[in-house]
């Protein structure tokens, strides 16, 4: 085990917690901070991926701006007594059948796939620095970006239609 | 492209007419006029007249199925706009940027009709669905319209994050967004296989086909009833023909895994929409159950993906849209939605009783309309695939199940005494009620007439 | 030290972060242990008044989670969204000149869309405070 493995155990074991605890946390603002906590982590695989721009991205749109949203969206719910509802037991149990079953056929096709021969690239692979992103993203994919800006606009008029006072 | 182009050059024209026209009637009629101009560009694209040369690096192709498919949307929106441009403005007081998110979906309609790449696929998708959330939710007043749309985000966002990691999988397991890359995978492994069972679910949700149709009867009886109309039409179709794409470029060689999967999909839709349809009370939500149930005769298209299934889809897009749009526009003048409004409606106001009858008609599918010609399209593709004919006789029953909602409302409308209330339409209105339901007759008579564009 | 801050950034190994993690180890360390001496040195006084939250010097009242005003809510989606258009930015930054006239087109499109959803923005007033 060399120094990139032990990190990669440990930013997936962060992970992965990290996602649990956001799921089962009773407090929502509790989840956000978690939700953080897997986004830090991910970003952490980004780095040992190689794509440094990525992980940069990742920290600063959905770590740093997004979870600001998701807190105000707590906020604005006004959970100030558990108002909270009582979940079915029943319902809950469907639920984490349904998902252990989602996750058995994921398991399951990760170990039949050839994939599991390929590690991933480490060390060596440059596809995630920013001038290859770049290169790509302005050649093969600039219609996709182009068309990206559509979707920004829909969202910033939405953002108006809904948000602003008549 | 060239309607891509005009459409979101369209939508930004209107963003600022709102701002900068203070009278509706210039807004109104300039979303009108710029429909009518995309109509007409994307025509003398199908006759070869392209205006733009844009490498796209093989993630889209305009061919004849989906630019006469964008024809279809186009004139159904046209018609849509003639009839409820007016209801539109009603609904708040962004009436600028309510056309303006309607050509933005229209963006992402042909993005979904002509996508080579699974990324053109989900650009397409959330470009429909983040405008569709907020006009669910236009009516700002109305709990249930806020209701509908926070439940129409929620359950959307959750599929379209299914759909994320099915193409993640798929891109894992053949490393290309390319469908016609994806289709020539030699021994797809369980990765593929896993990845392409997410993007049925997806795509199942945003049809509204049946273990995941939970949320369109909230989510068209929450939304105001304009949108609902153009929900329950044309971003329906359009979902449609991304599916079949998807399906058929993508997976086409997967045929026999999926096959049975579509098929008790395609049964489940048909059963539950048409039997819950029987049961409802108000005409809007008995049209949601409808859609649904309309929903699992397109599924049989996808179920027998040939030659007839596309032409089938073509026509079904071309007769359920006019005709739903046509009940929509009268439904949206009605004080009362439920069956009862509809009484003595004849009486009163001939002429709309009388569209909206060709309108049901054409919808429950009875011969000499465009409904039944598209019904019998659908199963004849599907007989000629030659295997689960229940699955063909099964349609039937259920088609014969639908007369009875469909007649209830012509019931109403002819049968039964009452008072619709005082209901005032523009002449606009009517002529454009009448050539609609001569079109459905039409097509119902000469489907060729719309066919032939396919070929030619 | 020198050598530290030259390391490869083409082909990266985890040796090549050792700087990056001994910086963070070190300004984590640091306010570890300022809040530990803070803790340690500071005189206490545990009176009831003391613990109380701070509230601008007046008696507090009520929960800290007040529904509060959707207009910071428009202001911060906005945020979001420009902030996301500018990210694009960086990566052509880096290669503008190898992109030629193709890549300033593609991008000039994509800002005058932006440009386009930003004059919409102020002429809304969804950026003014008070309304």
Known sequence: MNVTQILFWFLSVLALFGALMVVTSKNPVHSVLWLIATFFSISGHYILLNAQFLAIVNIIVYAGAIMVLFLFVIMLMNLNKTTEPKKNRWLKLAGGVAGGCLLLVFIAALKSSEITQQTAEVKTGDIGLIKNLGRELFSTYVVPFEISSILFLSAMVGAVVIGKKE | ??????????????????????????????????????????????????????????????????????????????????????????????????????????????????????????????????????????????????????????????????????????????????????NMTEKPGALMIAGMILLLFSMSFKVSAAPFHFWTPDVYDGAPTVFTSFMATIVKVAAFIAFIRLFGEAFGNLQPQWQIWIALITA????????????????????????????????????????????????????????????????????DYTF????????????????????????????????????????????????????????????????????????????????????????????????????????????????????? | MIYLLQGNLSVSDSGSYLPVAIQVLFVVGLIALLIFLTHILGPKRKTADKLQSFASGIESHGDARQPMAIKYFLTAILFVLFDVEVIFFYPYAVIFKELGWNGFLAVLMFVGFFLCGFIYILKKGALKWED
């Open chain 2, 1 to 182: 492209m060239n309607a891509l182009i005009l459409s979101a050059v369209l939508g930004v024209i209107m963003m600022f007419s709102g701002v900068m026209l203070k009278q509706k009637s210039a807004v109104r009629n300039i979303a009108i006029t710029g429909l009518f101009l995309l109509l007409v560009v994307n025509i003398l694209e199908m006759s070869g007249m392209s205006f733009f040369r844009i490498n796209t690096a093989g993630m889209m192709h305009f061919d004849r199925f989906s630019l006469l498919f964008n024809c279809i949307v186009f004139f159904s929106t046209f018609v849509y706009l003639l009839l409820s441009a007016r209801d539109i403005e009603k609904t708040g007081n962004y009436y600028a940027e309510y056309f303006t998110l309607i050509f933005f979906i229209l963006c992402g309609v042909i993005l979904v009709s002509s996508f080579q790449s699974l990324l053109i696929l989900f650009l397409g998708i959330e470009i429909i669905s983040i405008p569709l959330y907020i006009l669910t939710g236009s009516d700002k007043k109305n709990l249930k319209s806020n209701e509908a749309s926070l439940k129409y985000f929620l359950l959307g966002a959750f599929s379209t994050g299914l759909m994320l990691m099915g193409i993640a999988l798929i891109y894992g397991s053949v490393g290309s967004f390319s469908t016609a890359q994806i």
């Open chain 2, 268 to 335: 489940a839709t048909l059963f539950i929409g048409n039997i819950t349809a029987v049961f409802q009370q108000s005409v809007k939500r008995m049209l949601a159950y409808s859609s649904i149930a309309q929903a699992g005769f397109m599924l049989l298209s996808l179920y027998a993906m040939n030659a007839d299934a596309k032409e089938g889809l073509l026509l079904y897009s071309a007769a359920y849209s006019l005709a739903t749009i046509g009940i929509f526009a009268v439904l949206i003048k009605m004080n």
């Open chain 2, 340 to 456: 009862d409004g509809f009484n003595g409606l004849a009486k009163y106001q001939p002429l709309l009783a009388a569209t909206t009858t060709i309108f049901l008609l054409s919808l429950a599918g009875i011969p000499l309309t465009a409904g039944f010609i598209s019904k019998f399209y659908m199963l004849k593709a599907a007989v000629a695939t030659g295997r689960h004919l229940w699955l063909v006789i099964f349609a039937v029953l259920m088609a014969a199940v639908s007369v009875y909602y469909y007649f209830r409302v012509i019931q109403a409308m002819y049968f039964k005494e009452g008072q619709p209330g005082i209901i005032t339409t523009s002449p606009v209105f009517k002529y454009t009620l009448v050539v609609l339901a001569a079109l459905i007759i039409i097509l119902g008579i000469f489907p060729n007439l719309l066919l032939n564009w396919y070929y030619f």
